[in-house]
């Protein structure tokens, strides 16, 4: 039972451009919402996280938006650099449950 | 320090071996999380310690036994494990609570079943 989906495995951005990993989740319980970058053979790095009782919250280059009555939250990245090519992990936090996604691999062209 | 450390990196073991993964985090995180990710795959909840104690075991197999001897501390002991175990395994750490902060991961443990 997939709780938090990432429906897009992967994407590709042209550098310079904006970037927009989407994630949708299930439960009504969660309650805080992160994103996560992931490169190959790594731990996952925090990168941005916003609570339910916000709808945006915004840091440099990354923003995420949460739509808590489509159950969707959405992070933006703008502008792409390449550096940001990694696996980017939605995760969802309801009472010490910590869910991911399946995630995406964003590509950014130089 | 923001630091999660995990030891070993890598790990080889064959299925009648017995080997424990450890990890450690000093930023007074009283809860603790194991994952485990095959590749191509999201990360998967294994075990949450709140406060030293196993607040969820999302259904573990028990060749996979979790320890917290203490608040920075939190251990997985592997036994009789099976290749399809063969996977990266992450610790990470938060403040427990509904509304928990970022976690924190470590580099993740290696693991290969032969």
């Known amino acids: 039972d997939q709780q938090v989906k990432q429906n897009s495995p992967s994407l590709s951005v042209q550098e310079g451009r904006i970037s927009i990993l989407n994630c949708d989740y299930t439960n009504s319980m969660f309650d805080y919402f992160l994103w996560y970058k992931k490169y190959p053979a790594e731990g996952p790095t925090f990168l941005i996280s916003?609570?339910?009782?916000?709808d945006k919250n915004e840091d440099g280059r990354f923003t995420v938006f949460l739509n808590k009555s489509a159950k969707h939250l959405s992070l933006h990245i703008v502008p792409s650099q390449p550096g940001d090519s990694a696996v980017y992990f939605c995760a969802a936090v309801g009472n010490n449950d910590m869910r991911f996604g399946a995630g995406t691999r964003l590509t950014v062209k130089p | 320090d923001t630091e999660v450390t995990q030891t070993p990196k890598h790990l080889v073991m064959g299925m009648t071996n017995k080997k424990s993964l450890k990890c450690e985090q000093h930023?007074?995180?009283?809860?603790m999380y194991w994952y485990k990710q095959k590749a191509k795959k999201p990360p998967e909840l294994m075990f949450v310690y709140s406060y030293e104690k196993l607040s969820i075991n999302e259904s573990v197999p028990s060749r996979f036994s979790p320890e917290c001897p203490n608040s920075s501390l939190l251990n997985l002991h592997l036994h009789a494990l099976q290749p399809e175990d063969s996977a990266l395994y992450l610790c990470?750490?938060?403040?427990?609570?509904?509304?928990?902060?970022?976690?924190?991961f470590g580099q993740g443990t290696r693991l290969t079943v032969v």
């Open positions: 990470a750490s938060s403040q427990p609570g509904r509304m928990n902060t970022e976690a924190f």
């Open positions: 916003i609570s339910s009782i916000k």
């Open positions: 930023m007074g995180h009283r809860a």
